[in-house]
């Protein structure tokens, strides 16, 4: 997984991500995810909501076994 791009602005933060890979069955895994995070006063994760393409998740690992 690499970060493609970082936002920070006071207590949040949203980071763009690549995953690549390739499953036992040789099928590709290319998703593009999102992760917007809202950390507290102490620093820590507060709330974290990420955005990805379940369908091609749930289609790997059917397609894996």
Excluded: P, W
């Excluded at 207590?11 to 036992?24: H, K």
């Excluded at 998703?31 to 006063?41: A, L, Q, S």
């Amino acid at each position: 997984m690499s970060v493609t791009d970082f936002f920070v602005d006071g207590t949040d933060a949203i980071a763009e991500l690549r995953s690549r890979g390739t499953a036992l069955n040789g099928r590709r895994y290319n998703n593009e995810i999102c992760r917007v995070m809202h950390f507290g006063g102490d620093k820590q994760i507060r709330e974290l909501t990420i955005y990805l393409d379940s369908a091609l998740i749930i289609s790997v690992f059917e397609k894996n076994e």
